[in-house]
């Protein structure tokens, strides 16, 4: 099919329908096909809200679903202990999962400090409010760092 043929057809599709295969030609690492249905996507203007808004809201939506994964994932693998054994092997793993679920929970107060958003919205959001088991321990050192890292990262305070 010659490049014009292409075009009108391409202009025919809806912006979902020319999303869907520019993604695909990306994929393919076609060039010259992601920049032919770009040329087909209609052009709007649009007022909205100023940008530094859209990204900070996108970034606590990120950083709840990210913050989330973390939470459950960490609560699962604590409740895969077995806490009515005891003895030292078994009491230091159980230590280690609570230190890392502390230190889960921990990354999100601070970044929620650097934020200056309110720590419990993000729970809510996360739908991980009012579950939280009062384990004694310290954080994690290298899990704080990484998850600390990966929190700033979600909600847009550093670049990736």
């Known amino acids: 099919m010659n490049p014009k043929q292409i075009n ?18 990306a994929m393919r690492k076609d060039e010259k096909d992601v920049d032919l249905i770009m040329s ?12 530094d808004y859209h990204a900070r809201s996108y970034g606590l939506i990120q950083l709840s679903g990210v913050f989330g994964i973390a939470y459950w994932k960490a609560f699962f693998i604590l409740s895969t202990n077995d806490f009515t054994k005891t003895g030292s092997p078994v009491d230091k793993e159980a230590q ?15 970044v929620c400090k650097i934020l200056k958003v309110d720590v419990e919205a993000i729970r809510e959001y996360a739908e991980c409010k009012g579950i939280e088991p ?14 600390t890292e990966l929190f700033m990262l979600s909600a847009g305070l550093v670049a990736s």
């Open 8 to 25: 009108k057809l391409y202009s025919q599709l809806n912006p979902s329908e020319q999303a869907n295969l520019a993604f695909e030609a």
């Open 96 to 110: 280690i999962q609570i230190n890392k679920f502390i230190a889960v929970n921990a990354a999100l107060i601070n």
């Open 134 to 147: 009062k384990f004694k321990g310290i954080p994690d050192k290298v899990f704080l760092e990484k998850y």
């Open 40 to 51: 087909r996507v209609e052009q709007k203007t649009y007022i909205t809200g100023h940008a």
